[in-house]
């Protein structure tokens, strides 16, 4: 391998017109960078440890934007860096420094680590406006060629029908960390998700597809680094094409890229998709305070946004300090080819944008479903065939966009998780977010795909990503077991994080609780769950939750690498478990709502396809809707995969209650007033059947074929 001066002589015009980059032909490496407004970008070359500085090429062009060069003999251990040249006028927003050595943003390696010194600011610390001179090329990461190849074998993707989707939502070290089945090696790493151990779990739940918390390469902040912390969830990418080495166990001399490749083949041999959590909204380098690490060196205008009334301070619509200017061909193309290299090379199912609006805002503020991030999706042969889902709300003006999204995505639905909280544990939504019609009103709607939000722009019930908790809030034995956030750990003083408060009490906060209490949090834990998997549209469980795992009550434990965030296997709860796989049983052979939209009309047999119904067996009418009462019946007389109709009783009243049932013979398949959820009930119809207080139960008629 040739590096240094001796690999210099080679260097030559590259190809413009080529991917970005380095890559690897078989006989030299060729090099593309974009900077529209830099007078010159310099190759710089290392010795393999990446500490000396061996030789500077000056690289041609540039050619519509793009400066490139291709070095001869040059071979995949190469390690370079970039250093450009231009303009340093914050106040016109150019923040050009030759004396920063840059990072490729399309490095598919990063060599060392970032140590957060002063030399890796671009302005000056007691100025602002004022260049900083010191050269910081000796401890600033730097790119290494890589040989892109891995052989994926008879690998096929599952592509799992989306009626047939249930995300599970996990952090690949959190996950893995704890459990006594892995070799202490392999633990909270690609290899440990891989494990047969992790797999049966997945497997015998029920779960299709693993939404992965990011795994791009991130940078710790600053504040974070300081107080011996870190960003353990991940949200701050430092690199769009590099997994976390974090994440890797390097077990078998596997690189961090082919370690995750193998886990994303273990997981397609057992039918289970893979979808990224993906951060385009904002990069590590923060505000116009933070470091010149890739993006701003190279060009600060064409890949930020800058405020219109003051350039040389950024538009923070993602609430890090910065937000990458998807209006802008380069960054366009930077996330196009970051999705295109996760779903070819490296064969993911699909993603999770994080912020997603960003990635809208097509014009100066607002955000456009047909704007250029959506279209250049739809018409990608590649991309427009995997999972996309978005969280629709960023902090921009006119920032919530719940269902707003294209067709063909789906979308968290917070609007589902407040309701549900709210019918269930009389939770109180953050301001904005009320619903205002009766609460058996709101729950119907949310049962049943969100029609508000999803049906009126033609888009299926699936769009609808339905869930109670996820990584960023309570966990769910925490949201039924404390009465506040305990954050203090986070050391933010208790004040981040959502403050979720309850309108009931807990009792006792925690585990130390008396026997009333306890039952009363499993039972509304077993309901939530329930209500989230049964529900139309796609379920969406946090790891952990059919567990019972607990934070102590923090409900933002973005910074806790610890018992705090890891999955305590040793401490599983076995019924929260076995109810949990039921429930996701009976989605799977019943699928109680379907995947279309139901109509409430009655079919040729006089039979609706869906009748709400109150205690009494009659049916719902008019101002039953907008009171408060908290119980209802829905008989559902076209289930998805039932050959019979189905009948949900819900009950969140404080007390049992009786409900009249139809004709015809009735099987109780599920009782979340039952530790595991059993039913025991079987009988002829037109009888009164009690549903115990903060419960339901599914019952199927004789013929259903529902787990008779």
């Avoid at 992790?198 to 974070?224: F, N």
């Avoid at 080495?245 to 690189?255: F, K």
């Avoid at 893979?274 to 064409?302: C, K, M, Q, W, Y």
């Amino acid at each position: 391998m040739a590096t240094g001066i001796a690999a210099a002589r080679g260097w030559q015009p590259g190809r413009p017109a080529g991917p970005l980059g380095a890559h690897w032909d078989g006989h030299g490496v060729s090099f593309a960078v974009f900077s529209d407004q830099a007078r010159a970008i310099e190759l710089c070359l290392f010795d393999p440890g990446g500490l000396r500085e061996e030789a500077r090429l000056p690289m041609f062009g540039p050619v519509d934007g793009v400066w490139h060069g291709y070095l001869s003999h040059a071979a995949p251990g190469l390690v370079y860096g970039l250093r450009a040249d231009g303009p340093w006028d914050p106040a016109r927003g150019q923040r050009f420094n030759r004396h920063k050595l840059l990072l490729d943003p399309y490095a598919r390696e990063i060599v060392g680590r970032f140590d957060w010194g002063e030399a890796h600011f671009g302005a000056a610390p007691d100025d602002p406006l004022r260049i900083d001179d010191r050269d910081n090329a000796h401890a600033a990461l730097k790119g290494r060629v890589v040989y892109d190849h891995f052989d994926w074998g008879d690998d096929q993707p599952p592509k799992v029908a989306p009626e047939d989707t249930v995300l599970y939502e996990l952090h690949v070290r959190g996950f893995s960390r704890l459990h006594p089945a892995l070799p202490l090696n392999l633990r909270g790493s690609f290899a440990g998700l891989a494990h047969p151990a992790m797999i049966d779990h997945l497997r015998s739940l029920g779960i299709t597809a693993v939404s992965l918390l990011p795994v791009h390469q991130a940078l710790d902040e600053q504040r974070l680094a300081a107080q011996g912390l870190r960003n353990y969830w991940g949200y701050n990418t430092l690199s769009f094409f590099c997994p976390d080495p974090r994440l890797a166990s390097g077990h078998n001399g596997l690189s961090p890229r082919d370690e995750f490749r193998s886990m994303v083949r273990a997981l397609h041999r057992a039918g289970i998709e893979v979808i990224l959590d993906v951060v385009f909204n904002h990069s590590a380098e923060t505000d116009e305070h933070g470091p010149t690490i890739h993006l701003r060196g190279l060009d600060n205008g064409a890949y930020y946004r800058l405020r219109d009334d003051n350039p040389a301070r950024y538009d923070n619509y993602s609430g890090c300090g910065n937000t990458l200017d998807i209006r802008r061909p380069p960054v366009l193309r930077l996330v196009m080819d970051s999705l295109r290299y996760w779903a070819t090379e490296m064969r993911v199912d699909g993603f999770r944008f994080d912020l997603a609006p960003v990635l809208g805002r097509a014009g100066d503020h607002g955000f456009d479903r047909d704007g250029p991030f959506f279209m250049a999706l739809a018409q990608d042969p590649v991309l427009r065939a995997v999972k996309l889902i978005a969280e629709p709300w960023d902090l921009g003006p006119d920032g919530y966009q719940c269902g707003q999204f294209p067709r063909g995505w789906m979308e968290w639905n917070d609007r589902f998780r407040d309701g549900m909280r709210h019918f269930w544990l009389r939770w109180h939504a953050e301001p904005g977010h009320e619903e205002h019609q009766g609460l058996r009103g709101m729950f119907a709607r949310r049962l049943c795909g969100s029609d508000d939000l999803f049906r009126t722009r033609q888009r299926l019930p699936g769009a609808s990503v339905n869930y109670v908790v996820s990584h960023d809030g309570f966990s769910l034995r925490d949201l039924v077991s404390y009465n506040r956030r305990h954050n203090e750990a986070n050391g933010e003083n208790n004040q981040d994080g959502h403050a979720d408060t309850l309108s009931f009490n807990c009792g006792v906060e925690g585990p130390t609780a008396d026997a009333g209490i306890l039952a009363l949090r499993g039972k509304l834990q077993r309901a939530l769950l329930a209500t989230t998997v049964l529900s139309q549209g796609t379920p969406m469980l946090a790891a952990g939750a059919e567990l019972g795992h607990t934070q102590g009550g923090n409900n933002n434990p973005y910074n806790q690498d610890n018992a705090t965030t890891w999955i305590d296997w040793a401490d599983v709860d076995a019924d929260l478990l076995a109810i949990t796989t039921r429930l996701l049983q009976l989605r799977r052979t019943a699928l109680p709502l379907g995947a279309a939209w139901y109509s409430g009309h009655a079919d040729r047999l006089g039979l609706g396809d869906l009748t709400w119904l109150r205690p009494d067996g009659s049916e719902l009418h008019g101002e039953d809707w907008g009171n408060g009462d908290r119980t209802l019946g829905c008989l559902i007389g076209q289930p998805g995969r039932a050959r019979a109709p189905l009948l949900l009783l819900v009950n969140a009243d404080t007390r049992a209650i009786d409900f009249q049932l139809p004709s015809g013979v009735w099987q109780c398949v599920l009782d979340t007033a039952q530790a595991r959820g059993i039913g025991s009930w079987h009988g002829q119809g037109d009888v009164a059947l009690p549903v115990a207080a903060h419960s339901l139960q599914l019952l199927a008629a004789a013929g259903s074929g529902v787990m008779e």
